[in-house]
């Protein structure tokens, strides 16, 4: 049985705040730049307002698909496609 008023992150602190992005109760030392420390990691490079959903195939860098292109069959990011001639 759990207690629903501990960080669904370590389950060790007391409620803090609520990740604006995933919704998860969190206490303060998984909260970073007032999001969680999941979703902080997974931020797109480029917006750093929406969760990345995929990576470039060029550079490597987590993005989200506002801010990737898809040509044939690769996923570029846009800081990429400006530098690629196609």
Known sequence: ?????????????AIE?????CKRQIGKSCLSENI?????????IN???QLS???CNICG???CED????????????NCSSKRRF
């Open 47 to 49: 917006c750093k307002n």
């Open 36 to 44: 969680c420390v999941i979703c902080n990691e997974t931020l797109c």
């Open 53 to 55: 959903d995929r990576a």
């Open 67 to 78: 801010c990737s292109v898809k040509i044939n069959e690769e996923i570029i990011c846009l």
């Open 1 to 13: 049985m759990s207690d629903s008023r501990i960080c669904e992150i370590c389950e060790k602190e």
């Open 61 to 63: 860098l987590l993005v």
């Open 17 to 21: 705040a609520e990740c604006p992005l």
